[in-house]
Protein backbone atom coordinates (compact mmCIF):
# COMPACT_ATOMS: atom_id res chain seq x y z
CA UNK A 1 0.00 0.00 0.00
CA UNK A 2 1.52 3.51 -1.04
CA UNK A 3 1.96 5.08 2.35
CA UNK A 4 0.39 8.85 2.89
CA UNK A 5 1.33 9.16 6.86
CA UNK A 6 4.98 8.49 8.63
CA UNK A 7 5.09 5.02 10.26
CA UNK A 8 5.54 6.96 13.75
CA UNK A 9 2.12 8.72 12.59
CA UNK A 10 0.87 5.94 12.06
CA UNK A 11 2.28 3.80 14.88
CA UNK A 12 0.70 6.31 17.61
CA UNK A 13 -2.91 6.35 16.25
CA UNK A 14 -2.37 2.72 16.31
CA UNK A 15 -1.65 3.26 19.82
CA UNK A 16 -4.54 5.77 20.32
CA UNK A 17 -7.04 2.71 19.81
CA UNK A 18 -5.53 0.93 22.67
CA UNK A 19 -5.84 4.01 25.00
CA UNK A 20 -9.03 5.80 24.15
CA UNK A 21 -12.41 3.70 23.26
CA UNK A 22 -13.76 5.25 19.92
CA UNK A 23 -15.62 8.30 18.97
CA UNK A 24 -13.74 9.83 22.09
CA UNK A 25 -13.63 13.74 22.07
CA UNK A 26 -10.74 14.22 24.31
CA UNK A 27 -8.64 11.88 22.58
CA UNK A 28 -9.49 13.51 18.94
CA UNK A 29 -8.60 16.75 20.61
CA UNK A 30 -5.53 16.14 22.22
CA UNK A 31 -4.40 14.76 18.81
CA UNK A 32 -5.02 17.70 16.81
CA UNK A 33 -3.22 19.94 19.32
CA UNK A 34 -0.40 17.75 19.59
CA UNK A 35 -0.19 15.48 17.29
CA UNK A 36 -0.51 11.56 18.19
CA UNK A 37 2.81 11.23 18.49
CA UNK A 38 3.14 13.83 20.96
CA UNK A 39 -0.04 13.12 22.25
CA UNK A 40 0.96 9.82 22.97
CA UNK A 41 4.30 10.22 24.54
CA UNK A 42 2.01 12.84 27.01
CA UNK A 43 0.24 9.95 27.98
CA UNK A 44 2.82 7.35 28.47
CA UNK A 45 4.69 10.27 30.22
CA UNK A 46 1.65 10.60 32.69
CA UNK A 47 1.21 14.14 31.58
CA UNK A 48 -1.63 15.95 33.79
CA UNK A 49 -2.98 17.76 30.52
CA UNK A 50 -4.51 13.87 29.83
CA UNK A 51 -7.15 12.30 31.41
CA UNK A 52 -6.36 10.29 34.13
CA UNK A 53 -8.16 6.83 32.70
CA UNK A 54 -5.78 8.40 28.93
CA UNK A 55 -2.59 8.20 31.42
CA UNK A 56 -3.69 4.42 32.86
CA UNK A 57 -4.16 2.56 29.62
CA UNK A 58 -1.15 4.46 28.35
CA UNK A 59 1.19 2.89 30.87
CA UNK A 60 -0.78 -0.54 30.74
CA UNK A 61 -0.52 -1.11 26.91
CA UNK A 62 2.64 1.34 26.05
CA UNK A 63 4.84 -1.06 24.39
CA UNK A 64 7.94 1.43 25.36
CA UNK A 65 8.93 5.30 23.89
CA UNK A 66 8.57 4.15 19.93
CA UNK A 67 5.16 4.76 18.63
CA UNK A 68 5.82 2.39 15.87
CA UNK A 69 5.75 -1.01 18.36
CA UNK A 70 2.46 -0.47 18.14
CA UNK A 71 1.88 -1.38 14.95
CA UNK A 72 3.33 -5.35 15.56
CA UNK A 73 -0.56 -6.16 16.45
CA UNK A 74 -1.33 -5.17 12.76
CA UNK A 75 1.76 -7.91 11.75
CA UNK A 76 0.86 -10.40 14.05
CA UNK A 77 -2.79 -10.84 12.90
CA UNK A 78 -2.47 -9.86 8.82
CA UNK A 79 -3.56 -6.60 9.24
CA UNK A 80 -2.83 -2.99 7.75
CA UNK A 81 -3.55 -0.02 9.62
CA UNK A 82 -5.16 2.98 7.77
CA UNK A 83 -4.61 6.47 8.63
CA UNK A 84 -5.75 10.40 7.69
CA UNK A 85 -3.34 11.62 5.23
CA UNK A 86 -2.81 7.82 3.25
CA UNK A 87 -4.40 7.55 0.02
CA UNK A 88 -6.65 4.68 1.18
CA UNK A 89 -8.29 6.70 3.87
CA UNK A 90 -12.34 6.79 3.16
CA UNK A 91 -12.41 10.22 3.52
CA UNK A 92 -16.29 10.53 3.51
CA UNK A 93 -15.58 9.15 7.47
CA UNK A 94 -14.33 12.62 8.48
CA UNK A 95 -17.70 13.86 7.85
CA UNK A 96 -18.60 12.90 11.18
CA UNK A 97 -17.47 15.19 14.36
CA UNK A 98 -15.70 12.48 16.00
CA UNK A 99 -14.30 10.83 12.84
CA UNK A 100 -11.92 7.53 13.85
CA UNK A 101 -8.47 8.16 14.99
CA UNK A 102 -7.23 5.08 12.02
CA UNK A 103 -8.56 2.13 10.93
CA UNK A 104 -7.30 -1.55 10.91
CA UNK A 105 -7.72 -3.52 7.98
CA UNK A 106 -7.31 -7.11 6.99
CA UNK A 107 -7.96 -7.84 2.95
CA UNK A 108 -7.85 -5.00 0.68
CA UNK A 109 -6.26 -1.92 2.39
CA UNK A 110 -7.54 1.07 -0.15
CA UNK A 111 -10.75 1.47 1.76
CA UNK A 112 -11.15 4.77 -0.24
CA UNK A 113 -11.14 2.68 -3.72
CA UNK A 114 -13.50 0.13 -2.24
CA UNK A 115 -15.94 2.96 -0.91
CA UNK A 116 -15.90 5.29 -3.99
CA UNK A 117 -18.97 3.52 -4.77
CA UNK A 118 -20.68 1.77 -1.99
CA UNK A 119 -24.16 1.59 -0.24
CA UNK A 120 -24.83 0.22 2.97
CA UNK A 121 -27.01 -2.35 3.51
CA UNK A 122 -28.25 -2.73 7.09
CA UNK A 123 -31.29 -4.68 9.24
CA UNK A 124 -32.36 -6.34 11.77
CA UNK A 125 -30.70 -9.73 13.29
CA UNK A 126 -33.92 -10.92 13.95
CA UNK A 127 -35.00 -11.18 10.13
CA UNK A 128 -37.61 -12.25 8.59
CA UNK A 129 -37.22 -15.03 5.18
CA UNK A 130 -38.68 -11.88 3.00
CA UNK A 131 -36.13 -9.49 4.84
CA UNK A 132 -33.47 -12.36 4.01
CA UNK A 133 -34.69 -12.38 0.56
CA UNK A 134 -34.47 -9.00 -0.15
CA UNK A 135 -31.10 -8.23 1.14
CA UNK A 136 -29.36 -11.18 -0.71
CA UNK A 137 -31.17 -9.45 -3.73
CA UNK A 138 -29.89 -5.91 -2.86
CA UNK A 139 -26.70 -7.33 -2.27
CA UNK A 140 -26.02 -9.42 -5.52
CA UNK A 141 -28.10 -6.59 -7.35
CA UNK A 142 -25.44 -3.99 -6.06
CA UNK A 143 -22.67 -5.71 -6.50
CA UNK A 144 -23.05 -6.76 -10.01
CA UNK A 145 -23.44 -3.43 -10.91
CA UNK A 146 -20.34 -2.65 -9.63
CA UNK A 147 -21.16 -1.00 -6.24
CA UNK A 148 -19.56 -2.24 -2.50
CA UNK A 149 -22.07 -2.92 -0.39
CA UNK A 150 -21.05 -2.50 3.26
CA UNK A 151 -22.98 -3.64 6.58
CA UNK A 152 -21.88 -5.09 9.69
CA UNK A 153 -21.57 -8.87 9.63
CA UNK A 154 -23.82 -9.34 12.00
CA UNK A 155 -26.69 -11.80 12.04
CA UNK A 156 -29.80 -11.79 9.64
CA UNK A 157 -29.50 -8.45 7.09
CA UNK A 158 -25.86 -8.09 7.68
CA UNK A 159 -24.90 -11.28 6.80
CA UNK A 160 -27.98 -11.38 4.20
CA UNK A 161 -26.46 -8.60 2.43
CA UNK A 162 -22.76 -9.77 2.51
CA UNK A 163 -23.67 -12.90 1.03
CA UNK A 164 -25.33 -11.48 -2.02
CA UNK A 165 -22.35 -9.86 -2.88
CA UNK A 166 -20.02 -12.73 -2.71
CA UNK A 167 -22.99 -14.93 -4.62
CA UNK A 168 -22.03 -12.76 -7.61
CA UNK A 169 -17.57 -12.23 -6.62
CA UNK A 170 -18.71 -8.92 -6.00
CA UNK A 171 -16.83 -6.27 -3.35
CA UNK A 172 -17.64 -6.24 0.10
CA UNK A 173 -16.59 -4.44 3.13
CA UNK A 174 -17.44 -5.56 6.86
CA UNK A 175 -17.21 -3.21 9.53
CA UNK A 176 -16.90 -4.93 13.01
CA UNK A 177 -17.02 -3.78 16.58
CA UNK A 178 -14.52 -5.40 17.75
CA UNK A 179 -10.78 -6.13 16.67
CA UNK A 180 -10.70 -7.39 13.41
CA UNK A 181 -8.87 -10.83 14.79
CA UNK A 182 -12.38 -12.06 16.59
CA UNK A 183 -14.77 -13.42 14.13
CA UNK A 184 -18.54 -11.86 15.80
CA UNK A 185 -20.48 -13.82 16.09
CA UNK A 186 -18.11 -16.49 16.10
CA UNK A 187 -20.86 -18.27 13.44
CA UNK A 188 -19.43 -16.15 10.91
CA UNK A 189 -15.86 -16.72 11.07
CA UNK A 190 -16.31 -18.32 7.90
CA UNK A 191 -18.37 -15.87 5.81
CA UNK A 192 -15.96 -12.89 7.35
CA UNK A 193 -12.68 -15.38 5.88
CA UNK A 194 -14.24 -15.07 2.59
CA UNK A 195 -14.49 -11.15 2.91
CA UNK A 196 -11.14 -10.86 3.62
CA UNK A 197 -9.78 -12.69 0.60
CA UNK A 198 -12.19 -10.47 -1.63
CA UNK A 199 -13.04 -7.08 -0.12
CA UNK A 200 -12.11 -6.21 3.30
CA UNK A 201 -13.24 -6.42 7.24
CA UNK A 202 -11.95 -3.62 9.14
CA UNK A 203 -12.75 -1.75 12.96
CA UNK A 204 -11.43 1.08 14.95
CA UNK A 205 -10.15 -1.00 17.74
CA UNK A 206 -7.04 -2.84 17.48
CA UNK A 207 -6.67 -6.30 17.42
CA UNK A 208 -7.99 -8.50 20.64
CA UNK A 209 -10.72 -6.06 21.16
CA UNK A 210 -13.94 -7.41 22.45
CA UNK A 211 -17.57 -6.33 21.06
CA UNK A 212 -18.61 -4.92 23.97
CA UNK A 213 -22.38 -3.65 23.38
CA UNK A 214 -20.79 0.36 23.16
CA UNK A 215 -18.94 -0.43 20.50
CA UNK A 216 -21.33 -1.41 18.19
CA UNK A 217 -23.18 1.81 18.24
CA UNK A 218 -19.98 4.04 18.15
CA UNK A 219 -19.55 1.34 14.99
CA UNK A 220 -22.18 1.87 13.64
CA UNK A 221 -21.36 5.90 12.46
CA UNK A 222 -18.85 4.25 10.36
CA UNK A 223 -20.94 2.48 8.40
CA UNK A 224 -23.47 5.12 7.88
CA UNK A 225 -20.79 7.76 7.17
CA UNK A 226 -17.90 5.38 4.63
CA UNK A 227 -20.79 4.86 1.97
CA UNK A 228 -22.99 7.10 -0.27
CA UNK A 229 -26.02 5.80 1.19
CA UNK A 230 -27.87 3.47 3.73
CA UNK A 231 -30.51 1.03 3.22
CA UNK A 232 -32.59 -0.38 6.43
CA UNK A 233 -34.32 -3.27 4.88
CA UNK A 234 -36.06 -4.28 8.34
CA UNK A 235 -35.55 -2.91 11.60
CA UNK A 236 -38.28 -2.69 14.65
CA UNK A 237 -38.93 0.32 16.23
CA UNK A 238 -35.86 0.25 18.56
CA UNK A 239 -33.39 -0.93 16.48
CA UNK A 240 -29.22 -0.02 15.73
CA UNK A 241 -29.98 -0.03 12.31
CA UNK A 242 -32.26 3.19 12.59
CA UNK A 243 -29.34 4.59 15.01
CA UNK A 244 -27.38 4.08 11.51
CA UNK A 245 -29.98 5.10 9.25
CA UNK A 246 -30.16 8.52 11.21
CA UNK A 247 -26.53 9.23 11.62
CA UNK A 248 -26.31 9.13 7.96
CA UNK A 249 -28.92 11.33 7.27
CA UNK A 250 -27.54 14.10 10.12
CA UNK A 251 -24.31 13.49 7.67
CA UNK A 252 -26.03 14.06 4.68
CA UNK A 253 -26.13 10.65 3.24
CA UNK A 254 -29.46 9.40 1.54
CA UNK A 255 -31.62 7.25 3.44
CA UNK A 256 -33.37 4.02 1.84
CA UNK A 257 -35.87 1.75 3.67
CA UNK A 258 -37.44 -1.47 2.28
CA UNK A 259 -41.61 -1.81 3.15
CA UNK A 260 -43.20 -4.58 4.35
CA UNK A 261 -46.30 -5.87 5.99
CA UNK A 262 -47.72 -3.28 8.28
CA UNK A 263 -48.35 -6.32 10.34
CA UNK A 264 -44.73 -7.16 10.69
CA UNK A 265 -42.87 -5.58 13.27
CA UNK A 266 -39.80 -6.18 11.27
CA UNK A 267 -40.90 -3.43 9.26
CA UNK A 268 -42.10 -0.89 11.60
CA UNK A 269 -38.97 0.80 12.35
CA UNK A 270 -38.48 1.67 8.30
CA UNK A 271 -42.14 2.74 7.84
CA UNK A 272 -41.45 5.44 11.02
CA UNK A 273 -38.22 6.25 9.43
CA UNK A 274 -40.39 7.18 6.54
CA UNK A 275 -43.12 8.79 8.58
CA UNK A 276 -40.51 11.03 10.40
CA UNK A 277 -39.38 12.64 6.98
CA UNK A 278 -35.38 10.90 6.50
CA UNK A 279 -36.18 8.15 4.25
CA UNK A 280 -37.13 7.36 1.06
CA UNK A 281 -38.98 4.25 0.22
CA UNK A 282 -36.96 1.27 -2.33
CA UNK A 283 -38.04 -1.55 -3.56
CA UNK A 284 -35.58 -2.70 -5.37
CA UNK A 285 -31.86 -2.23 -7.20
CA UNK A 286 -32.48 0.62 -9.39
CA UNK A 287 -34.06 2.22 -6.91
CA UNK A 288 -31.54 1.84 -4.24
CA UNK A 289 -28.89 3.07 -7.36
CA UNK A 290 -30.82 6.10 -8.20
CA UNK A 291 -30.72 6.95 -4.57
CA UNK A 292 -27.38 7.04 -3.64
CA UNK A 293 -25.67 7.51 -7.62
CA UNK A 294 -24.66 10.37 -9.38
CA UNK A 295 -27.26 12.68 -11.03
CA UNK A 296 -28.59 11.32 -14.23
CA UNK A 297 -25.68 8.40 -14.75
CA UNK A 298 -27.29 6.43 -12.13
CA UNK A 299 -30.95 7.49 -12.74
CA UNK A 300 -33.69 4.71 -12.51
CA UNK A 301 -36.33 4.85 -14.98
CA UNK A 302 -39.77 5.89 -13.49
CA UNK A 303 -41.84 2.88 -12.95
CA UNK A 304 -45.49 2.59 -14.04
CA UNK A 305 -48.13 0.16 -15.36
CA UNK A 306 -48.93 -1.10 -18.66
CA UNK A 307 -50.00 1.59 -21.62
CA UNK A 308 -53.48 0.84 -22.88
CA UNK A 309 -54.72 2.70 -26.02
CA UNK A 310 -57.59 4.21 -24.25
CA UNK A 311 -55.19 5.81 -21.93
CA UNK A 312 -54.09 8.23 -25.43
CA UNK A 313 -57.80 9.28 -25.52
CA UNK A 314 -59.32 12.48 -25.17
CA UNK A 315 -61.88 12.81 -21.83
CA UNK A 316 -64.57 12.90 -24.15
CA UNK A 317 -63.83 10.21 -26.50
CA UNK A 318 -62.95 7.63 -23.78
CA UNK A 319 -66.73 8.43 -22.65
CA UNK A 320 -68.22 8.05 -25.99
CA UNK A 321 -66.32 4.62 -26.27
CA UNK A 322 -67.69 3.52 -23.34
CA UNK A 323 -71.35 4.57 -24.50
CA UNK A 324 -70.84 2.00 -27.87
CA UNK A 325 -72.27 -1.46 -27.16
CA UNK A 326 -70.25 -4.41 -27.92
CA UNK A 327 -72.59 -6.65 -29.13
CA UNK A 328 -74.59 -5.25 -31.52
CA UNK A 329 -74.36 -2.10 -33.37
CA UNK A 330 -77.05 1.03 -32.20
CA UNK A 331 -77.29 4.67 -34.45
CA UNK A 332 -75.10 7.50 -33.13
CA UNK A 333 -77.89 9.14 -31.63
CA UNK A 334 -78.11 5.96 -29.49
CA UNK A 335 -74.76 6.57 -28.09
CA UNK A 336 -74.83 10.46 -27.60
CA UNK A 337 -77.98 9.68 -25.54
CA UNK A 338 -75.76 7.32 -23.02
CA UNK A 339 -73.09 9.14 -23.50
CA UNK A 340 -74.65 12.53 -22.12
CA UNK A 341 -72.88 14.14 -25.31
CA UNK A 342 -74.35 15.96 -28.57
CA UNK A 343 -75.02 14.19 -31.67
CA UNK A 344 -72.28 16.08 -33.45
CA UNK A 345 -69.79 15.54 -30.98
CA UNK A 346 -70.57 12.07 -30.77
CA UNK A 347 -70.26 11.79 -34.74
CA UNK A 348 -66.84 13.69 -34.61
CA UNK A 349 -65.77 11.46 -31.76
CA UNK A 350 -67.06 8.20 -33.33
CA UNK A 351 -65.07 8.88 -36.83
CA UNK A 352 -61.82 9.46 -34.77
CA UNK A 353 -62.18 5.71 -32.76
CA UNK A 354 -63.03 4.44 -35.94
CA UNK A 355 -59.82 5.78 -37.33
CA UNK A 356 -57.86 4.25 -33.92
CA UNK A 357 -59.74 1.13 -35.12
CA UNK A 358 -61.38 0.95 -31.59
CA UNK A 359 -65.06 1.13 -33.37
CA UNK A 360 -66.37 -0.16 -36.45
CA UNK A 361 -69.36 0.88 -38.72
CA UNK A 362 -72.27 -1.21 -39.90
CA UNK A 363 -74.42 0.57 -42.14
CA UNK A 364 -75.63 3.93 -39.58
CA UNK A 365 -74.86 2.05 -36.60
CA UNK A 366 -71.90 1.94 -34.34
CA UNK A 367 -70.28 -1.31 -32.67
CA UNK A 368 -67.23 -1.53 -30.45
CA UNK A 369 -64.33 -3.37 -31.89
CA UNK A 370 -63.53 -6.31 -29.44
CA UNK A 371 -59.84 -5.48 -27.83
CA UNK A 372 -57.18 -7.84 -29.92
CA UNK A 373 -59.12 -8.19 -32.81
Known amino acids: ?17 RIA ?5 RALSLIEQHGAVGALALAVG ?13 QRYAY ?15 AEVVCPGDPGWPRRVDDHPAPPICLWVRGIPDLAGLAERSVSVVGARTSTAYGDTVATDFGSGLADRGWTVVSGAAFGIDAAAHRGALAVE ?8 GGVDRPYPAAHAALLARIVEVGSVMAEVPPGSAPIRPRFLLRNRIIATISRGTVVVEAGLRSGSLNTARTAAECGRPVGVVPGPVTSMMSAGCHQARRDGYAEIVTEVDEVVDLVGDLGADAAWRRSGPVHETDRLSPGDRLVLAAVPVRRACPADAVALAAGTTVPATVAALARLELAGMVERRGSDWKKVPMGA
Open 1 to 17: MTTGVSRAERGARAGWT
Open 21 to 25: EPADD
Open 46 to 58: GDARVPEIFRARA
Open 64 to 78: GSDPVSHLEAARVVG
Open 170 to 177: GMTLAVLA
